[in-house]
């Protein structure tokens, strides 16, 4: 199986002060049970680079553009975030699809594109409320990982990490139960079939240090996204430990 995975995905959050005393209090970490990432706004990628270089602790984008170069003001091409040490990119962040308009082809394309870079992508899917009161949730996840399946070729989602990421769970306190949450990651491993237990599939939606450790005690949850607890190191090495 996959070792498992705790990626911080810090949002449009941080500073140059704060970013500094937050990766000083991971940088001791030790990867080999479990694997360790942030995933920073774009303009400190290089202070990741700086403090992080050496250590187990790796780092990685939110977003990438599908393009190498080119006139597409606010863009970062996959090439640049290889260039700043990046690792992992988060392509389809629900708030991504939601306040941007990404379809599944677009995060399809930038899933490969990235991967294509030498990155490791986290295709991010997740169903909303509306959705899950539908009973459509495993409808959804299908329709959103298969967009990433077809555009790269089932082979090639081995060394990939997908995050589920129920919408209704980010950032409001709510978790899906841990067995609501096994129910769709096993979903997700058996539509990956063979190359499933070469992917690491995350739960995210308000992991905290006091539910992390029943959360990954399902079978099929390999470790989190966390969102507002990446902010603090206590807390988002705690999370990490309960992984271990
Ligand atoms: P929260 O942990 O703040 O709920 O955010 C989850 C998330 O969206 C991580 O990508």
Known sequence: MAKPLVLGNWKMNGSIPANAELLKGLRDWDAKKVELGVCPPAVYLPQCQVVLNGSDVRWGGQDVSTHPEGAYTGEVSAR?????????????????????????????????VAQAAGLVPVLCIGETQAEREAEQTLAVIERQL???????????????????????????????????????????????????????????????????????????????????????????????????
């Open 80 to 112: 640049m975030l290889r260039e700043l040490g990046s690792h992992y990119v988060l392509v389809g962040h629900s708030e991504r699809r939601q306040y941007h308009g990404e379809t599944d082809a677009l995060v399809a394309e930038k899933f490969k």
């Open 146 to 244: 298969q967009a990433a399946i077809d555009a790269v070729g089932i082979a090639q989602m081995a060394g990939t990490v997908v995050a589920y990421e129920p919408v209704w769970a980010i950032g409001t306190g709510l978790t899906a139960s841990p067995e609501q949450a096994q129910a769709v990651h096993a979903a997700i491993r058996a539509q990956l079939g063979d190359v499933g237990a070469k992917v690491q599939v995350l739960y995210g939606g308000s992991v905290k240090p006091d539910n992390a450790a029943e959360l990954f005690g399902q079978r099929d949850i390999d470790g989190a996204l966390v969102g507002g607890a990446s902010l603090k190191a206590s807390d988002f090495l705690a999370i990490a430990k309960a992984a271990v």
